[in-house]
Nanobody, 125 residues
């Protein structure tokens, strides 16, 4: 079992920044591919970014590329999502997810076995 706890969400004005964190426990963190997803009210869950076990490979959804950065600290069992130049359309609940079976998982949410409870991000215009 893997437990994931997100933090760092909040209310921010458009153009501002937030840094989300996701702390993992229960399994060796460096054996987990990690991802961030988000879900806005009335919309389907959407892939945001993914990172490989080592952190050497990353990928982003087109809507956030160049504004968001995913990273991880395997010594601290934590994955981060740095969000800059936030827009009202980034408003959503953000979830981190873990895949213990792959070195790197992409945008398919079905590949991820474990999910956090989510942290809410609201961007005002």
């Amino acid at each position: 079992q893997v437990q994931l706890v997100e933090s760092g969400g909040g209310l921010v004005q458009a153009g501002g920044s937030l840094r989300l964190s996701c702390a993992a426990s229960g399994r060796t963190f460096s054996n987990l591919a990690m991802g961030w997803f988000r879900q806005a009210p009335g919309k389907e869950r959407e892939y945001v970014a993914g990172i490989s076990r080592s952190g050497g490979s990353t990928a982003y959804a087109g809507s956030v590329k160049g504004r968001f950065t995913i990273s991880r600290d395997n010594a601290k069992n934590t994955v981060f999502l740095q969000m800059n130049s936030l827009r009202p359309e980034d408003t959503a609940v953000y979830y981190c997810a873990a895949d213990p079976s792959s070195y790197y998982s992409g945008s398919d949410y079905r590949r991820y076995d474990y999910w956090g409870q989510g942290t809410k991000v609201t961007v005002s215009s």
